[in-house]
């Protein structure tokens, strides 16, 4: 059996692709357009910022960038919940596996977060 790999930097890009793809399917209304807009903006800078934080120029630094991700990943959450309750797509039920990747994801940038700053007035 494979070990399977943990790969933060995989899973964000596979993240975006699928908020890219659930973006496609919203109508092409006032509403749909507006929504669709900021959910590209909140769900695709978690992956470049994480980019960012992974070439920080101090701890102080790499703790920004990571709380810049998790701001957005926590918007992210948001628009997607309103996309659920409107609905905004076709199959809403289908956003229920996102939200969950989301909230996992949330989960990962508090714990980083807190480690970061935790190893860093350890210093």
């Known amino acids: 059996m494979k070990k399977q790999t943990y790969n933060l930097e995989e899973r964000l890009l596979e993240y975006s692709v699928r908020i890219i793809k659930i973006v496609e399917q919203m109508p092409n209304t006032r509403t749909g357009n507006h929504v669709a807009g900021q959910l590209l903006r909140s769900r695709t800078s978690p992956y470049p910022n994480h980019g960012e934080?992974?070439?920080?120029?101090?701890?102080?630094?790499?703790?920004h960038k990571l709380r810049i991700s998790l701001k957005e990943l926590?918007?992210?959450?948001r628009w997607l919940?309103?996309?659920q309750r409107v609905p905004l797509i076709k199959k809403p039920e289908l956003l229920d596996d996102i939200l969950q990747g989301t909230e996992e994801l949330i989960k990962i940038f508090v714990t980083s977060i807190k480690t970061a700053e935790k190893n860093r007035n350890s210093c």
């Open 53 to 63: 934080a992974q070439a920080a120029e101090s701890s102080k630094d790499f703790i």
């Open 74 to 77: 926590r918007e992210t959450q």
């Open 81 to 83: 919940k309103l996309i």
